[in-house]
């Protein structure tokens, strides 16, 4: 077993930088109450870029200067750039904490930049296939508890637009399907409010009404009282079942390309933007903190770049 695993610190580096990066550590996970799953990413970047800089001779942050950082970002150089932006974040973020709390003069990182990747765009389905997707949800004229459950669960996360965990994290007490809206947790614990739509709230009425009781049934002891979204036995359902839900409809639906939980998503906001959403509406419905993150969605479409194309370009017929 490594020494730093053994003795919980994040790399092998001296006691004084693992002390620092472990008080940035718990900064971001209890003040400002990041996702476990964000600390412990920051924790897995911050041990290579530790590991790194023990084996550089470097003690302290004190001791490393902006040519360190890059050339810690040259080592990466096999990585993809989306991994090596990611680590120069969790970089980024230690050196700010460190001068915020007095510990070194100057962030050395501030003036390195992120590696420029391929721009890709994100997978999106057409208005006809997320349609096609959610009839296919529940096998037509099924009426059983899962077949109701799985047609709900999509409809909502299409009404929605929320991640995975947003829609298998839901309890009753947040949604209202009188106003039509639901409060969705997303990243940090931040909440939002988001409106539900007409076929979203027929399909979760019917599920609620005749689907979730038989399912809560099945828990062998301490039914569910909270979650929305439950599995075969009674149990909150798992983001793992919401992946083969979404792959199951994709295949009953014959859309022949991989679909997973956050198309849509994706979905969701490529219709509001092409439908007249501004971009500002988009980010506040997706939660996003920042509107970069949404711009992505702005993109035009294949289909409509070739409509505007042939509609408007004198020789294009």
Same mark, same amino acid.
């Given at each position: 077993?490594? &020494?730093?695993?053994?003795? /919980?610190?994040?790399?092998?580096?001296?006691d004084a930088l693992n002390g620092l990066i472990e008080r940035f550590l718990a900064y971001i996970d209890v003040e400002r109450g990041l996702a476990k799953a964000t600390v412990n990413a920051y924790r897995s970047d911050l041990r290579r870029y530790t590991q790194w800089l023990d084996a550089r001779g470097a003690d302290s942050?004190?001791?490393?200067?902006?040519?360190?950082?890059?050339?810690?970002?040259?080592?990466?150089?096999?990585?993809?750039?989306?991994?090596?932006?990611?680590?120069?974040?969790? +970089?980024?973020?230690?050196?700010?904490?460190?001068?915020?709390n007095g510990e070194v003069m100057t962030d050395?990182?501030?003036?390195?930049?992120?590696? &420029?990747?391929?721009?890709?765009l994100p997978d999106v389905l057409s208005v006809d296939e997320v349609a096609a997707l959610l009839d296919a949800a529940?096998?037509? /004229?099924?009426?059983?508890?899962?077949?109701?459950?799985?047609?709900?669960?999509?409809e909502f996360m299409y009404a929605t637009g929320c991640r995975v965990s947003e829609a298998v994290g839901a309890d009753l007490a947040d949604i209202d399907l009188d106003q039509r809206v639901a409060r969705l947790t997303g990243k940090g614990s931040k909440q939002r409010l988001v409106?539900?739509?007409?076929?979203?709230?027929?399909?979760?009425?019917?599920?609620?009404?005749?689907?979730?009781?038989?399912?809560?049934?099945k828990a062998k002891k301490n039914?569910?009282?909270?979650?929305?979204?439950?599995? &075969?036995r009674g149990r909150r359902l798992s983001r793992?079942? +919401?992946?083969?839900?979404? &792959?199951?409809?994709?295949?009953?639906?014959?859309?022949?390309r991989p679909l997973h939980p956050h198309t849509l998503r994706h979905s969701f906001a490529t219709h509001l933007i092409q439908g007249g959403a501004d971009v500002r509406t988009v980010?506040?419905?997706?939660?996003?903190?920042?509107?970069?993150?949404?711009?992505?969605?702005?993109?035009?479409?294949?289909?409509?770049?070739?409509?505007?194309?042939?509609?408007?370009?004198?020789?294009?017929?």
């Open positions: 077993m490594d &020494k730093s695993e053994s003795n /919980g610190t994040v790399g092998a580096a001296s942050l004190a001791e490393v200067s902006r040519h360190d950082v890059e050339d810690f970002m040259a080592s990466l150089a096999e990585e993809s750039p989306r991994s090596r932006a990611r680590r120069l974040a969790a +970089v980024h973020e230690l050196h700010r904490f460190a001068v915020s050395v990182s501030e003036g390195v930049k992120p590696p &420029k990747g391929a721009s890709t529940a096998p037509q /004229g099924a009426n059983d508890p899962v077949s109701l459950r799985d047609r709900a669960l999509l409106p539900i739509g007409s076929y979203a709230c027929a399909a979760m009425r019917e599920y609620l009404a005749n689907g979730r009781e038989p399912l809560t049934c039914p569910e009282l909270r979650a929305i979204f439950l599995n &075969k793992q079942s +919401v992946w083969e839900i979404v &792959k199951t409809a994709g295949e009953r639906a014959h859309i022949d980010q506040e419905l997706l939660g996003h903190a920042s509107v970069t993150t949404t711009q992505i969605y702005t993109h035009v479409s294949p289909q409509v770049l070739m409509e505007t194309y042939l509609t408007s370009h004198p020789r294009a017929r």
